[in-house]
């Protein structure tokens, strides 16, 4: 059993490694390009809408909460670096872009992850990684088990990874828990559905093998926007827990649910090996030699593990890339000429401080010329239909406001014994030859208190009319 063990940890490292070698490095140019895009294109997004439409090749991962998602994630990369625990653990979208880099002898940080929102920082510590992302998670949804549709962007670069972008989504879950709505599951489905409905995306459909499988419901996600699996890969995981008896061949093989990429299965850390922190590299030898002593998966190899699922997922893509890249060039063509075509409008290129100082200057200027002349009743575009401008102002002032003060009867609640009492207040111990100011003043103030509310809508008609366009 010892050398059986031995020798499993030892082509489990060769397998790994001969995943990773140069001679399967396919995608070195293309993917890394994509990647390039994404991190331009993602904060425009937020800005301006044309950007959005623009979607670029990735890998959509989805699948039920606990299928074990993280688990098949981390394995691809060989780090622990995802949040764990027993109710939903992915809550924003991660859009995780592996990039492979050579390895350079005597260099001890061979890897290292970059956040988009933290560019100029390497995290050599994967658990910080793991960290980070709770971090940003909760300043998103807080502390319970609220999502949001909001990314997150990691970048792993590493000599043990092949390039690949994948988008991790929020598991689909059914029961509420913590601070979400009750509605939880439409939201998680709608946030996933508009990953997975677009053509540039490849569906990673991942399905726990100890559940009925012709239910997953990532499967059947995947089958209502790509009937035709075209673009679709179904990542069985858990096999080694599946009850007595039982196995899931036929799905590898796509007797059951035909899908055009094919099925991949996996072995995943148990929770136990994830407490007992069970280094990936041994989950990867002990899945190698389970499915070597597992009769049933003989003649499936590569069908079977996780390096053959991270090469298929980067020869996939790859090519899924090259199909794409006709219409992606279009779009950006596109684009790019609406956006010159804009620049233009705003005038030429100014180099020099100066230059642009004279410019703002010159935009302030107009500016004030035309908001006068639109105020004195100078503007060659004064409108026939109703009043505008100065004179509307001149309106408000003169009926409107006239009108409101009219209406203010200045002596209402002032009566004679309230003028009395306030003047032999004001006197004190003594009589006095001529009325004090103070008590006039006391009166005076309480009356024009009144006058507050027809002054403030007077002036909120004169604002709302500066600041009308026209």
Same mark, same amino acid.
């Given at each position: 059993?010892?050398?059986?063990?031995?020798?499993?940890?030892?082509?489990?490292?060769?397998?790994?490694?001969?995943?990773?070698?140069?001679?399967?490095?396919?995608?070195?140019?293309?993917?890394?390009?994509?990647?390039?895009?994404?991190?331009?294109?993602?904060?425009?997004?937020?800005?301006?809408?044309?950007?959005?439409?623009?979607?670029?090749?990735?890998?959509?991962?989805?699948?039920?909460?606990?299928?074990?998602?993280?688990?098949?994630?981390?394995?691809?990369?060989?780090?622990?670096?995802?949040?764990?625990?027993?109710?939903?653990?992915?809550?924003?979208?991660?859009?995780?872009?592996?990039?492979?880099?050579?390895?350079?002898?005597?260099?001890?940080?061979?890897?290292?992850?970059?956040?988009?929102?933290?560019?100029?920082?390497?995290?050599?510590?994967?658990?910080?990684?793991?960290?980070?992302?709770?971090?940003?998670?909760?300043?998103?949804?807080?502390?319970?088990?609220?999502?949001?549709?909001?990314?997150?962007?990691?970048?792993?670069?590493?000599?043990?990874?092949?390039?690949?972008?994948?988008?991790?989504?929020?598991?689909?879950?059914?029961?509420?828990?913590?601070?979400?709505?009750?509605?939880?599951?439409?939201?998680?489905?709608?946030?996933?559905?508009?990953?997975?409905?677009?053509?540039?995306?490849?569906?990673?459909?991942?399905? %726990?093998?100890? /559940?009925?499988?012709? $239910?997953?419901?990532?499967? =059947?996600?995947?089958?209502? @926007?790509? #009937? &035709?699996?075209?673009?679709?890969?179904?990542?069985?995981?858990?096999?080694?827990?599946?009850?007595?008896?039982?196995?899931?061949?036929?799905?590898?093989?796509?007797?059951?649910?035909?899908?055009?990429?094919?099925?991949?299965?996996?072995?995943?850390?148990?929770?136990?090996?994830?407490?007992?922190?069970?280094?990936?590299?041994?989950?990867?030898?002990?899945?190698?030699?389970?499915?070597?002593?597992?009769?049933?998966?003989?003649?499936?190899?590569?069908?079977?593990?996780? %390096?053959?699922? /991270?090469?298929?997922? $980067?020869?996939?893509?790859? =090519?899924?890339?090259?199909? @794409?890249? #006709? &219409?992606?060039?279009?779009?950006?063509?596109?684009?790019?000429?609406?956006?010159?075509?804009?620049?233009?409008?705003?005038?030429?290129?100014?180099?020099?401080?100066?230059?642009?100082?004279?410019?703002?200057?010159?935009?302030?200027?107009?500016?004030?010329?035309?908001?006068?002349?639109?105020?004195?009743?100078?503007?060659?575009?004064?409108?026939?239909?109703?009043?505008?401008?100065?004179?509307?102002?001149?309106?408000?002032?003169?009926?409107?406001?006239?009108?409101?003060?009219?209406?203010?009867?200045?002596?209402?609640?002032?009566?004679?014994?309230?003028?009395?009492?306030?003047?032999?207040?004001?006197?004190?111990?003594?009589?006095?030859?001529?009325?004090?100011?103070?008590?006039?003043?006391?009166?005076?103030?309480?009356?024009?208190?009144?006058?507050?509310?027809?002054?403030?809508?007077?002036?909120?008609?004169?604002?709302?009319?500066?600041?009308?366009?026209?």
């Amino acid at each position: 059993m010892g050398k059986n063990s031995k020798r499993s940890n030892s082509n489990s490292n060769s397998d790994v490694a001969q995943s990773t070698h140069p001679s399967f490095f396919i995608g070195s140019s293309v993917i890394p390009i994509i990647n390039k895009l994404q991190d331009i294109f993602s904060p425009l997004g937020d800005i301006d809408d044309r950007f959005t439409g623009l979607r670029l090749p990735q890998v959509a991962v989805i699948g039920s909460q606990s299928s074990g998602k993280s688990s098949v994630l981390e394995a691809l990369v060989g780090r622990d670096f995802l949040p764990r625990g027993c109710d939903i653990c992915t809550r924003r979208p991660l859009v995780l872009q592996l990039e492979k880099r050579s390895a350079e002898i005597g260099n001890d940080s061979l890897e290292w992850g970059e956040f988009g929102h933290l560019s100029e920082k390497r995290f050599y510590d994967f658990s910080a990684i793991r960290r980070e992302i709770l971090a940003e998670t909760e300043k998103e949804v807080g502390v319970n088990k609220g999502v949001s549709d909001k990314q997150i962007r990691l970048k792993i670069c590493s000599p043990n990874v092949l390039n690949i972008t994948l988008v991790d989504l929020p598991g689909i879950t059914k029961v509420p828990v913590g601070d979400q709505p009750s509605d939880i599951e439409a939201r998680i489905r709608d946030m996933i559905m508009s990953y997975i409905k677009q053509e540039t995306s490849i569906i990673l459909a991942v399905s %726990p093998a100890n /559940a009925d499988l012709a $239910n997953s419901d990532a499967l =059947q996600m995947a089958k209502q @926007v790509d #009937p &035709t699996g075209t673009r679709t890969i179904g990542v069985i995981t858990k096999l080694d827990i599946m009850d007595k008896g039982t196995n899931a061949r036929s799905f590898l093989l796509g007797k059951v649910i035909p899908l055009r990429l094919g099925y991949i299965g996996v072995v995943n850390r148990s929770q136990e090996d994830i407490n007992n922190n069970r280094p990936i590299r041994e989950a990867l030898a002990y899945e190698e030699q389970f499915f070597r002593d597992y009769h049933v998966y003989r003649g499936l190899s590569d069908r079977c593990g996780i %390096p053959q699922l /991270a090469k298929k997922l $980067n020869q996939i893509l790859e =090519q899924h890339i090259r199909n @794409v890249l #006709p &219409t992606l060039k279009t779009d950006l063509t596109s684009q790019l000429v609406a956006a010159e075509k804009e620049l233009h409008a705003y005038g030429e290129a100014l180099e020099s401080k100066g230059e642009r100082g004279a410019m703002l200057l010159n935009i302030l200027t107009k500016y004030s010329e035309a908001f006068s002349s639109e105020v004195d009743g100078k503007s060659q575009a004064m409108t026939t239909k109703e009043l505008s401008g100065g004179a509307r102002i001149h309106h408000i002032f003169q009926s409107i406001f006239v009108k409101s003060l009219e209406e203010v009867d200045p002596c209402e609640d002032l009566s004679d014994e309230d003028i009395r009492i306030a003047i032999h207040n004001a006197t004190g111990p003594r009589n006095a030859l001529f009325v004090p100011e103070v008590p006039f003043e006391v009166l005076v103030r309480r009356q024009i208190a009144r006058l507050l509310d027809p002054s403030l809508q007077c002036l909120r008609f004169v604002y709302d009319e500066l600041i009308k366009p026209y």
